[in-house]
């Protein structure tokens, strides 16, 4: 006997989270440790010789007796009990010597209220959510637990990639996917469950998805769970790719079309400056006139066709993204244009300039474009321009603004179109080529480019970059 003691002694005094009882089968204490159920201060060395009842509540001594005395007999129980607004596993099992023999009862019980608790939790998102999953179109949605296990799951999708919900109820990340994939969406779930929501895309059975994640929470704003929604974007892959592939190809025109077009260009303007040079003075008033506006005209398709091969090189033949010190791009622009800025006595006033992560060369571009833009439309007042700088979520807004004449709100979008200009060339130079070719650049690095303009009152560019430091641009 006094082994056996010895042998569950050690038991009681490290069993987790609740009580273990042992009893004779006079139903009075061997011993008595742990968190008991509503014991009263008689616990331990101090309970030993009492009856069950010295250290429980009546009603509850009266429950358990029987149980006890059945263990006695060698029948094992095992049930949940509800007791002062908390649930608690209780197990009673008899206790046998080496030969077989019942000489004592042994009674745990656990406090799982929590454990309960979060089960119900779940149990009610999953009523929730359940019709949402069944018929969820083009997709995916499932509920996973704190052990990456998925609780719940349905949607279309399934069938597209030979799945059911019943097989996948109930497996982890690391038993649903292979490895590689297993990692990523455990890092995805994990950070669900920590209260943040990613969108992310993942390639699974030969099918392209759209991923999302975003944490379940109760009336608490507790998380307890979280949710994955999948949508199937493989056709929309393949659409990009394809419309991608034409722009590619348009490109190639371009840039073939107008490389081509530059030796022909080219010697019709040596033989209209060769006439000007030998026969300008054998030609009358009109013959002068009509040679100088062949020779002009030239010179504008030459521009022309150096604006188109810039605009199709944009994507083909840009520099890979590194970190950009603005305020530098800043300066070489002044720099190129010091003579127009003295000429025009432009002033310009600029913020500090943040770092961004882009191709150095066609932010310069950029950047030349709208000062050049804001100085040539400057009216006959001395141009006076404002470079500012203002964080906006993740991206940094970079505007231009000026106090020139401005253009009509309805031809905002057209600005930005190749070889739209609405003031004449006779006006102010350019090509019609510099904002579209801005638009170009500022969208391969992931950012968008506005005009907000008023006629007489000014213009302002605004544009978007992502910081240095951000991969995703």
């Not at 309970?47 to 509540?57: D, S």
Request: glycine share 8%; with cysteine.
């Amino acid at each position: 006997m006094e082994e056996y003691e010895r042998r569950y002694r050690t038991l009681i005094e490290h069993f987790p989270n609740g009580a273990v009882a042992i009893v004779d089968e006079d139903l009075r204490y061997l011993t008595l440790g742990g968190d008991p159920i509503a014991v009263d201060a008689t616990t331990g060395e101090a309970a030993e010789g009492k009856p069950l009842g010295a250290a429980l509540p009546d009603d509850l001594a009266a429950e358990l007796r029987p149980r006890y005395a059945a263990a006695l007999d060698g029948a094992e129980s095992a049930y949940e009990l509800e007791y002062d607004g908390r649930t608690y596993e209780v197990r009673i099992v008899p206790v046998r010597d080496e030969s077989g023999e019942v000489f004592a009862a042994l009674g745990t019980s656990q406090d799982v209220t929590k454990h309960r608790e979060y089960e119900r939790r779940l149990e009610e998102s999953e009523r929730r959510y359940r019709t949402l999953i069944e018929h969820f179109p083009n997709g995916a949605v499932a509920l996973f637990d704190e052990d990456l296990r998925y609780q719940i799951a349905g949607g279309k999708l399934l069938d597209g990639i030979d799945a059911t919900a019943d097989a996948i109820v109930g497996q982890t990340v690391w038993e649903r996917y292979p490895e590689d994939l297993a990692e990523r969406m455990a890092e995805k779930f994990r950070e669900a469950l920590d209260g943040a929501a990613q969108s992310f895309e993942i390639e699974f059975h030969g099918r392209h998805l759209q991923a999302y994640t975003l944490p379940i929470e109760d009336e608490a704003g507790n998380t307890f769970a979280g949710m994955i929604m999948v949508q199937d974007v493989t056709e929309r892959k393949k659409y990009e790719r394809r419309l991608e592939e034409s722009n590619e190809r348009l490109e190639q025109f371009a840039y073939a079309a107008s490389h081509d077009l530059q030796e022909p260009l080219r010697m019709v303007s040596s033989y209209l400056r060769l006439i000007e040079q030998r026969y300008a003075d054998e030609l009358d008033e009109d013959g002068r006139e009509f040679l100088d506006f062949a020779v002009d005209g030239a010179d504008r398709m030459r521009e022309m066709i150096e604006g188109l091969l810039e605009y199709s090189r944009v994507e083909t033949r840009g520099d890979p993204f590194e970190p950009v010190d603005l305020d530098d791009v800043l300066a070489d622009v002044r720099d190129d244009l010091q003579v127009k800025i003295a000429e025009s006595d432009a002033e310009i006033t600029a913020d500090p300039l943040p770092a961004v992560r882009g191709d150095r060369g066609q932010l310069r571009q950029v950047l030349q474009n709208l000062l050049d833009n804001a100085i040539e439309y400057s009216g006959d007042e001395p141009p006076r321009i404002d470079v500012e700088a203002e964080r906006d979520g993740r991206l940094w807004e970079i505007s231009v603004s000026d106090e020139g004449i401005g253009i009509d709100p309805d031809d905002a979008d057209r600005v930005f179109e190749v070889f739209q200009r609405l003031h004449s060339h006779e006006e102010h130079e350019g090509t019609g080529i510099g904002l579209a070719l801005c638009r170009r650049i500022v969208e391969r690095h992931g950012g968008e480019i506005e005009i907000d303009s008023e006629p007489g009152d000014g213009t302002s560019i605004t544009f978007t970059l992502p910081p240095a430091g951000d991969d995703r641009a």
